[in-house]
């Protein structure tokens, strides 16, 4: 199963439906912990 994420406005990342847009992150069966570093990591850029 293929889950979309995106940056939202408040430069959080946010799971949606899969797009083709190059600003999307597709992530297969991600862990929670992958998706939180990626939160962080955006959070203080």
């Not at 199963?1 to 939202?8: F, G, L, S």
């Not at 439906?17 to 990591?41: F, G, K, T």
Request: hydrophobic fraction near 35%; proline fraction near 2%; charge should be negative.
């Amino acid at each position: 199963m293929i889950t979309a994420y995106k940056h939202a406005e408040t430069r959080e990342i946010i799971e949606t439906s899969l797009d083709h847009n190059a600003s999307w992150i597709n992530v297969v069966d991600p862990s929670r912990d992958e998706i939180e570093n990626l939160m962080q990591l955006y959070k203080y850029t």
